[in-house]
């Protein structure tokens, strides 16, 4: 979870237990309100209208925080109740607004009429930009989130590559296979992040398959990446000795598929063809 997710939902959480403080002075006002199109809109509805889409918020966060999916449907529905809930103080004053514009323009025309259909303008008016913000601001956060989720992919895949060094210098062969693997795991992620391409979930045995169909991983050294996988099955669940040769291949396949899927990004961005490896280079990894 980024910084960002969790700035968000700390922030939610400060909301709600500030309104569950300033519950005694809501009750206080029991029913007042004002008189909307028949019924009684009352102030306390600001209250729980807000504290129902916070929750809702908070939920579908706590929902996306315990999938396999990252920055999922219900991270970005999460984020949709969190703009609403900020843009409902507003609009609710708006509201009341056009309750008051009513009133003045029923007073200068005599017409009850002309009242009715401006209040109900400015209300329509109120709630149809109220929508569009929050779908904005959702979609900006959306964005956020993915632009710092690959941030923190990126860093993450130097740090697995690093240790996968450090672990083959100290003789732990296993775990090369190990640290290796979860590099091509943070890179393959932070691709399609950066291409906005939905997964499923983020399992390597799903990831191959998807970044290879989006055209992420170059066609013809799909295979070595699954070989990867497999090695990397071996080293951790079988008990056969993974060696220093194997680590070594390991370590410097890993590196050179690495290559390969910025080779693909950068093709595509810069129109290079000549920037995935070929397999015969990588027959001889």
């Not at 450090?166 to 932070?190: K, T």
């Not at 693909?264 to 070929?278: K, Q, T, Y």
Request: proline share 2%; aromatic share 10%; net charge negative.
């Amino acid at each position: 979870m980024s910084d960002f997710s969790k700035a968000k939902i700390i922030f939610a959480l400060a909301l709600v237990g500030v309104l569950f403080a300033i519950h005694p002075v809501v009750r206080d006002f029991g029913s007042a309100g004002f008189l909307f199109f028949g019924s009684v809109l009352q102030f306390r509805l600001i209250y729980y209208s807000m504290l129902g889409l916070l929750s809702c918020g908070i939920y579908f966060y706590a929902v996306d925080s315990i999938t396999e999916n990252p920055l999922g449907l219900s991270h970005r529905i999460g984020n949709y109740f969190y703009a609403m809930s900020l843009l409902f103080p507003p609009v609710f004053a708006i509201v009341a607004l056009s309750i008051k514009v009513a009133e003045g323009i029923v007073w200068i025309s005599n017409s009850s009429l002309a009242g009715e259909i401006s209040k109900l303008a400015l209300t329509s008016i109120a709630t149809g930009l109220a929508l569009l913000i929050a779908k904005f601001a959702s979609r900006q956060m959306n964005q956020r989130d993915r632009e710092e989720s690959a941030d923190r992919l990126a860093f993450q895949s130097k740090g697995h590559l690093q240790r996968a060094d450090e672990l083959m210098d100290a003789g732990h062969y296993d775990l090369v296979a190990l640290e290796s693997y979860r590099c091509i795991e943070s890179v393959l992620q932070r691709a399609l992040l950066d291409g906005n391409v939905a997964v499923s979930h983020s399992r390597a045995n799903q990831l191959i398959p998807i970044a290879a169909r989006v055209g992420i991983i170059p066609e013809n050294v799909v295979g070595v990446f699954h070989e990867l996988r497999i090695a990397r099955n071996r080293a951790v669940h079988s008990c056969d000795d993974f060696t220093d040769k194997d680590a070594s291949w390991f370590l410097d396949t890993t590196r050179k598929m690495i290559s390969s899927v910025r080779a693909v990004r950068d093709e595509d961005d810069a129109g290079e063809e000549d920037a995935v490896p070929s397999t015969r280079s990588v027959a001889h990894c």
